[in-house]
């Protein structure tokens, strides 16, 4: 049994069959993060979990024509590594509010670049540049990062969000995200061996309490949540943030 599968059924039997995913998703989920890994991981963007993908919605399929990456998965998961995710356009069918992961987006895109204003995201985003440019400086983006050795990692397999549904009890996240780390989660760092590492997120950072800063220590930075409230000149400071952190 792999590590993926055996994290898989140690959540499923902890948190019961019917409060997960099943084990296809979270199996597409890990096969979009293995093809945009880096060969030599130098950063890791160390986020809590994708967003949890209906049944209904992973039956959707992407259209290969529009992206033309060779091997690249095909099913949709609410998930930024998948380009589907966000742009109904390249799907065989409309999925309801799939708005994508914008702000996940704009972290990328400050990750290879400096940033000086919300402006600098538009290249980025439906409400500023049309589809066909868009998935193209998506494709570009996604390249770039993985040249840069920028590696996105959740440290839950699972989905600890459920769209329009109550958030699950730090109780939950806990156990869910120790559960990940203890099989699966610390072995691929210790395996990767990244320089530095971004935690997205103080629930993650609190959840492992000293486990990253004991692997980290210095090179262990703590960044709010992308949907944290902050005033937008605050928001911009943590943007601008990540270049320095990823080009060192």
């Known amino acids: 049994m792999n590590n993926l599968l055996k994290t898989y059924k140690t959540l499923e039997s902890t948190l019961g069959p019917n409060s997960i995913e099943s084990f296809e998703i979270v199996n597409t989920v890990h096969d979009y993060r293995l093809f945009w ?33 060779p091997r690249y998965p095909n099913k949709y998961v609410r998930f930024v590594y998948c380009l589907g995710c966000g742009e109904n356009a390249i799907l065989n069918m409309n999925i309801p509010k799939n ?39 998506k494709i570009k983006l996604l390249n770039s990062l993985k040249d840069r ?11 600890l969000y459920i769209p329009n549904k109550p958030k699950p009890s730090y109780k939950t996240i806990d156990k869910c995200i120790n559960i990940c780390w203890d099989l699966l989660i610390e072995d691929i760092l210790v395996k990767e061996k990244p320089r530095n590492l971004i935690c997205i997120g103080k629930t ?17 930075t703590v960044m709010p949540q992308p949907n944290a409230r902050l005033k937008p000149e605050d928001r911009l400071e943590v943007l601008q943030s990540y270049f320095g952190l990823c080009n060192q």
């Open 37 to 69: 890994k880096p060969k030599k991981v130098k950063t890791v963007l160390l986020a809590e979990s994708h967003v949890y993908t209906s049944n209904s919605d992973y039956g959707s399929y992407l259209n290969p024509s529009y992206l033309k990456l």
């Open 99 to 137: 708005s994508g992961a914008p702000e996940f987006w704009k972290i990328f895109y400050s990750c290879c670049n400096k940033i000086n204003s919300r402006e600098d995201f538009k290249s980025i985003l439906k409400s500023k540049t049309e589809f066909d440019i868009r998935i193209k400086n």
């Open 204 to 220: 993650v950072e609190k959840v492992l309490n000293g486990k990253l800063n004991k692997m980290f220590g210095h090179n262990l």
């Open 149 to 159: 050795g920028i590696w996105l990692l959740d440290a839950s397999i699972i989905a």
